[in-house]
């Protein structure tokens, strides 16, 4: 295994580049996490959200994923990105957001099954039960495998063949090892607090996560890719 200097590299690159946007994005959370306790009415929007994520099901997170990861982030990125960093074609966009959508499906259910293992109880013991699960099985054996095969598909043509070759240890040490490195620096953490909220602002802070999640994990897939 690489030490662990190297596998957090590319991700504090990824911040070191684009942290201005970080600020933006938190500033966001804390906006959301105060107009709903400060202002009146803004907690019947949050409920309203809430229902709607509810009643849309999978369609709705896969949607939703897509906007908070995928469009947000690209035009934030728009506004704020180094003359070092190349600009993503229109394709690789578009492959980007078919990738979203399938990440947003794919959390959806996972936390579906969560919520039949562990409740939706939201004390501590049944929070950390979801986060350990999320971060050591789900997100480095289910989810990430296929964020960064998706990335590797593109790379090689869109050709299944090669992908096929390609995966196995070194793939896993290579391409999802420093996502997986990052991820643990950054999620945990924001899992635990979102759980700990009321239930109707965990979706739109979790969202404006995301986007904080996406800027980085991208950066990391691209550069894999160069």
Known sequence: MPPISQLLR??????????????????AALGVLLSYYLLEGTAHFYAWVGTVKTEGGW????????LSAGIV?????SLQRPAHVPRPSWGEI??????????????YFFYKLQAFMFGEGTDCLTVIKKV??????????????????????????YRIGPVMSALG???????????????????????LIVYSLPADLQFPLFLCANAAWSILMIFILRRQGE
């Open 132 to 157: 350990l699960v999320d971060q050591l099985l789900f997100t480095p054996w289910y989810n990430l495998p296929i964020v960064a095969a998706w990335y590797l598909w593109r790379e090689m043509g």
């Open 59 to 66: 369609l709705f997170a896969g949607v939703a994923t897509v």
């Open 94 to 107: 578009l492959h980007q957001l078919v990738l979203w959508f399938i990440v947003g499906c794919n959390v």
């Open 10 to 27: 590319p991700g504090w690159e990824a911040f070191r580049t684009y942290w201005p946007l970080f600020i933006v994005i938190q500033l």
């Open 73 to 77: 982030p690209e035009l934030l990125k």
């Open 169 to 191: 240890m070194r793939f896993y040490r290579e391409r999802v090892l420093p996502i997986w490195a990052t991820a643990l620096m950054f999620w945990p953490v924001m899992l």
